[in-house]
């Protein structure tokens, strides 16, 4: 049984008298009321599975229930979980949303076994203390990021990960699908985006400046029965897919496939393959109108595929020096008075920012997209620092802050050469958790543009779901908290409460089965010999 808020995320406000309130028994039933049918149907599936119990249908107003209710009078993804001695637990949410949230604090109140798949022992009783919760968050945007272009990660690995954002309060999944190294998705009309983009013949082993490789083919793809599968899953947890197809760079595997999206009139795009080692590519697509069009026939499809409010489409990171020498892009530049290659690729942004606010949906894009000017509605990932993001909410655009000295969870954990591959800045759990994601040279005005935040998983030295873990938690945790909990000044957080509520949680991230860096200390690894395991300061491969 979890002690008076010993949660994480921490919620805003606890009461209670710390002692036993009610035991959940094989009689214990659920009543839920309309527009709460998505959480009745998580706790009788996962819940219930986990303790052994049916919660069968009950009463309104009956002893021995879990009461689920709707109340919009508090905020749409707020919650108040009141567990009353001998009664019972009601649960009253804003919103769906609201109602899924508490249901959530309810599994972690019940103890870590509440986060296994099947109950491990018979006899066994789960009871939540006496105590009344209110909660809300703080953003609106509290995000994940996941790189299965470098790495690809199959469906079953994509939901899990869903499940353990939701356990964490986690409501936008940022879906990484294309880059140089590999595309993700089925695009009907394009079948040879999966046929020749989604497969490399051989993949760099650990950093860029690596001289290890491993000399076999990587690859894999989701259809869109898979992608449809994975956002309704998504959906039942209050979770919006936002998909990313990176344009105008990071583009190599898509040119492998369709060679005349490339600059075809500067090199023989023909001979290009998937990218197999990491970095940023030269190779960069076309300013030309088949381009424009191939491109919206994919996000065509795509929109058909994901709901949501805002597509992300990259936009970093394009190196210019093809379009320099190329006569039909200088061509270009000319024609439409763009000024420079710059200016060229803010055209090509500004293309598809325009197409679709047509369409009722919004751009978002990293930080580089605000060069030269974008369509009210769009948004900006602030990666490179806080920089962007100021220039953008100052702007009057919305803002997601993932900065990478800060929350690029790829980054290593530890000072010495003993992580697994030791890149970029080092990010303790304890520097997640003082992030700040609004700046405070922001107005109030200006900083109400700060819509969330989100961390990164950029997996080009993550070469499977364990990899994955290890970089994630338990800095995840930490990062969930910021991104919900109404926290003060970083330099005011009390970091020692949250390592002693984070003793329970790696007990739940144990059911869970999840392969975090262990909090004393990183493990002996057993390092392959060359530049493999030395330190590299400084950004990761890509980002």
Excluded at 295 to 318: A, K, N, Q, T
Aim: aromatic share 10%.
């Amino acid at each position: 049984m979890t002690s008076l808020a010993d949660l994480i995320p921490a919620p805003r406000a606890v009461e209670g008298p710390a002692r036993c309130g009610f035991v959940f028994g094989a009689d214990t039933a659920l009543w839920g009321a309309p527009g709460t049918e998505g959480t009745q149907r998580w706790l009788r599936s996962t819940l219930g599975a986990a303790l052994g119990l049916p919660l069968p249908p009950g009463q309104e107003g009956a002893e021995n229930s879990v009461t689920l209710r709707l109340d919009d009078s508090l905020d749409p993804e707020g919650y108040r979980l009141k567990v009353t001695s001998g009664w019972g637990v009601e649960i009253t949410g804003g919103g769906p949303a609201g109602v899924f949230w508490a249901a959530q604090s309810l599994r972690q109140l019940l103890g870590p076994d509440a986060f296994r798949r099947a109950p491990i022992g018979p006899g066994l009783e789960y009871g939540v203390q006496h105590q009344t919760i209110e909660d809300a968050p703080r953003f609106r945007w509290r995000g994940l990021m996941l790189d299965v272009a470098r790495h690809f990660m199959p469906k079953d690995g994509v939901l899990r990960y869903l499940d353990l954002m939701a356990a964490h309060k986690l409501n936008v999944f940022h879906f990484h699908l294309t880059d140089d190294q590999g595309w993700r998705i089925e695009i009907g009309r394009y079948p040879r985006l999966t046929e020749v983009g989604s497969w490399r013949a051989r993949t760099k082993f650990g950093h860029r400046a690596s001289p290890l490789w491993e000399e076999k083919p990587h690859g894999g793809y989701y259809t869109q029965d898979d992608i449809r599968e994975i956002v309704a899953y998504a959906a039942e947890r209050h979770i919006t897919v936002v998909p990313e197809i990176d344009v105008p760079g990071h583009s190599q595997a898509a040119i492998a496939a369709y060679p005349e999206l490339g600059n075809t009139d500067v090199i023989d795009t023909t001979s290009l393959s998937v990218w197999d080692t990491w970095g940023i590519s030269e190779n960069v697509l076309a300013p030309t109108d088949n381009t424009l069009r191939f491109y919206e026939g994919v996000f065509e499809e795509l929109l058909e595929l994901f709901p949501s409010e805002f597509i992300h489409v990259g936009g970093d990171e394009c190196p210019k020096d093809q379009w320099r020498a190329s006569p039909l892009a200088q061509s270009r530049i000319k024609e439409l008075g763009v000024g420079d290659e710059d200016g060229l690729q803010s055209w090509f942004i500004g293309h598809f920012d325009t197409w679709l606010t047509a369409r009722g949906r919004r751009l978002i894009g990293w930080d580089e997209i605000l060069e030269g000017g974008l369509a009210r509605g769009a948004a900006v990932s602030s990666w490179r620092g806080y920089a962007g993001g100021v220039t953008a909410a100052r702007a009057g655009h919305d803002v997601v802050m993932c900065p990478e000295q800060q929350v690029y969870l790829d980054h290593r954990q530890h000072e010495g050469a003993d992580e697994p591959v030791p890149i970029g800045y080092v990010r303790t759990l304890e520097d997640v958790y003082r992030f700040e994601p609004v700046p405070p040279e922001l107005t109030s005005a200006e900083a109400a543009h700060v819509v969330g935040t989100q961390a990164n998983l950029w997996t080009e030295v993550m070469e499977d779901h364990a990899r994955v873990d290890y970089q994630a938690f338990p800095r995840l945790s930490a990062f969930a908290e910021v991104a919900w909990s109404d926290l003060p000044a970083p330099a005011e957080r009390d970091y020692p409460d949250f390592e002693r509520r984070m003793e329970q949680h790696y007990e739940r991230l144990d059911a869970l089965g999840v392969s975090y860096r262990p909090p004393t200390g990183p493990l002996p690894w057993q390092r392959r010999p060359g530049v493999l395991g030395r330190p590299i300061e400084g950004p990761p491969p890509n980002r």
